[in-house]
DNA sequence: GCCAACGTTGGC
DNA sequence: GCCAACGTTGGC
C-alpha cells in the first residue's frame, strides 16, 4: 500500500491510537476491490512510501478489519468527499491497518528494481499508479531481508 | 517543477 | 460506444 510521507507516514501509523487506521480516500475502483475482496485480516502489507526522495518500502503494517465503507465519502467537508456515494449503497471501501514494524533498512525503489525476485512486481511495473497491489509470498520475504527484519 | 502514464468524464 | 479533454499520480 503506498502512502506519501508528507501525508501519512508508516511513523504516524505507529504513532496512531492502537497503532491503527482506516485507509480512507482511496478512488480508484480497482484499488477498492483489493481492499473489499482480496484483504483478509491479519494479511501482511508492505507500507510503500511515495513521492518522497527515494521512494521505497518503510515499513510493515496488517490488514486490521473487515472491509466496509469509507466514511470521508459521505462528508462534505472532506477532501474525499464523492457526492455520488450513496450511504444506501455505498462506492467506496476501505479496510483498517495496523503497525507491525519499520524496517531496519529502508528498501529504496532503485534497490527493488535491482533485486531478482522482484521482477515481476506491480509496483516495479512502468506507469503503474494504483496504490495498492497484491504481493507475491516471495515478493514479500526478498523485501524482509533486504530490510533487515 | 516537469511530464509520461493513466483513469475518468462527458459530448456526440 | 468512442474519444478528446482533463485531472491525478508519482518518478525523476
Known sequence: M?????????EDLRDRPNQTEPWDGVRNYQARNFMRDEMKIGDQILFYHSNTTPPGIAGIAEVASEPYPD????D?????HDPKSDPEKPRWILVEVKFKSILPNY?????MKEMPELQE?????RGNRLSITPVSA??????????GA
Open 71 to 74: 466514511p470521508t465519502a459521505f
Open 138 to 147: 516471495k515478493e514479500f520475504k526478498a523485501i524482509l531481508k533486504a530490510g
Open 76 to 80: 462534505k467537508k472532506s477532501k474525499y
Open 2 to 10: 503506498k502512502s506519501e510521507p508528507d501525508v501519512f507516514s508508516i
Open 107 to 111: 528498501v529504496s525503489l532503485d534497490e
Open 121 to 125: 512486481m506491480r509496483v516495479l511495473q
